[in-house]
Structures are given as C-alpha cells and as structure tokens.
C-alpha cells in the first residue's frame, strides 16, 4: 500500500500545480471581459479547473473506496463522495465552502463542453468565476489536510 499511497500523494500534488498555474493564468485576465474571445479562454481555462480538481477526486475514490456505478449522476456523485468522512477508510477531502463552488464549477463545465455554438453568458461566466476565486481561497487548507492523512499513512507503514 506504501507505494499506492506514496503515487496518490505524487498525483494530487502535481495537479496542485496544475490548479496553481490555471489560477495563474486566469488572473492575467480582466474583471471585466470586453471581448468573446476573452471570455471563451476564461471558460475554457474555468472549465480546466474543474477537471484537475475532478481528476484527483477519481484517485481518491479509487484509492480509498468502491467506484461510482451509475453513470448518470457519476460527477455529482463523485463530487458529493469527496465531502464524507468515511471511518476507517479516509476523511473528507473538500469541505462545504469548496463544495459549493466546485458544484457551480462542475455545472459550467457541462454547459461549456456541451456548447457547440459557443455564445457565452457574461452574468454565468462572472458568477462562476466568482465562485473559482471562492475555491481559491478554500481548496489549499482542504488539500494540505488530506496531504497530512496521506502522509500518516505512510508514517504507520513505515
């Protein structure tokens, strides 16, 4: 188990520094967009958000506990999975202040992948990334809490 751990703890670091260099790029970025363009490669910069965060959700499910078998509430579900204590087994890894963000965020990305004529809601776009900067703010403390579970588990298997 220590190295399934140790490469857990691996991957969800370097998507941290992927969640920073998204976080990085969406701040070269006005408040206020003045063009479509402008807001296409915000969205798809919010959109990428998401997906690293869900991607290291998949891992922690798969590390830790049974997949999610129904398909059709497969994102949701794993999004609400992340905020549960589950005994013996790990702890939560997001807490309220970044599961509502996340849950605005994960509804923006099927909007946005599903978007074949792309014609982006300026009032929608500002709402989600207010709720990214949100997230900014309340993801760090939630992943360094998890990161230090990780590590005791590798302490004890020491």
Not at 18 to 31: F, K, V
Request: net charge negative; aromatic share 10%; glycine share 4%.
């Amino acid at each position: 188990m220590n190295v399934r751990i140790q490469t857990l703890k691996a991957d969800i670091v370097a998507d941290l520094r992927a969640i920073s260099g998204i976080y990085s790029s969406l701040d070269g970025y006005p408040d206020v967009l003045v063009d479509q363009e402008q807001m296409i490669a915000v969205a798809y910069y919010l959109h990428n958000l998401y997906c690293v965060f869900e991607s290291i959700f998949q891992r922690v499910a798969e590390g830790f506990e049974n997949q999610i078998t129904d398909r059709a509430t497969w994102h949701a579900e794993l999004l609400r999975r992340m905020t549960l204590d589950i005994e013996g087994v790990r702890p939560y890894l997001i807490g309220p202040a970044a599961l509502d963000s996340l849950d605005e965020l994960r509804r923006f990305r099927h909007l946005f992948r599903s978007a074949y004529r792309l014609h982006l809601d300026p009032e929608r776009l500002d709402l989600v990334r207010r709720k990214a900067r949100v997230l900014e703010a309340a993801y760090q403390a939630d992943m360094e809490r998890f990161l230090g579970f990780l590590d005791s588990l590798l302490q004890v298997e020491e």
